[in-house]
């Protein structure tokens, strides 16, 4: 099962759309409302996390659509329990929920609008991280493993290698199982 964050259309929509081609069940998480200042692109609606629910089922996977604000814990929390209730736990974690800024240079920013896009763009992140991977350790959906295995490196070369990464470039891709973050 996949919970992706920003889900009710675009990047996450489509991501949540080739997982389930893939066999994977979808939890949709997103805001589905404007964000003040954010509004360079129209907002994702109810109806729009609503079509990646249905999408998902027609594909005959099983789908959760939940609106909630990722710079709320507590959405964040409920979300993942919600998944783990109709799911039984979560395999693949996606914060995928992200914002821009407004076109003012650095300077120009203002404190509320430079906040808005930390508490997006960081702080949704982390609580993403902070709700779902203490059920995906206690399940055992993440390797207890210390050592790397040559081949988890030889497959994400394989993946950099393919056509499915074509676009992939100049980038650092950590396979180290979250050592990086400790």
């Keep these: 099962m996949a919970f992706i964050t920003g889900a009710a259309r675009g990047q996450g929509r489509t991501e949540a759309l080739r997982l389930a081609a893939e066999g994977a069940d979808i ?15 129209p907002a994702a609606t109810p109806d729009d996390l609503a079509e990646t629910e249905r999408c998902v089922m027609e594909m005959g996977r099983r789908a959760l659509a939940v609106v909630g604000d990722t710079r709320d814990f507590t959405d964040l929390q409920g979300a993942v329990d919600a998944a783990r209730t109709k799911f039984g736990g979560i395999d693949v974690v996606i914060a995928n ?18 906040q808005t896009t930390l508490g997006i763009n ?5 609580h993403n991280v902070k709700a779902a991977l203490p059920g995906m350790i206690a399940a ?5 493993n210390p ?11 394989l993946w950099l290698a393919s056509d499915e990464a074509a676009f992939v470039t100049g980038v650092t891709l950590p396979v180290d199982m ?4 400790q």
């Design 27 to 41: 939890v949709a998480f997103d805001i589905c409302a404007p964000i003040p200042d954010r509004d360079m692109v």
């Design 97 to 114: 929920a992200g914002t821009i800024g407004g076109n003012a240079l650095a300077h120009e920013i203002s404190e509320n609008d430079w």
């Design 122 to 126: 960081l702080l949704g992140v982390w």
């Design 140 to 144: 055992g959906r993440l390797k207890s």
């Design 147 to 157: 050592l790397l295995d040559p081949g988890d490196i030889a497959s994400a070369v």
């Design 178 to 181: 979250g050592a990086g973050l």
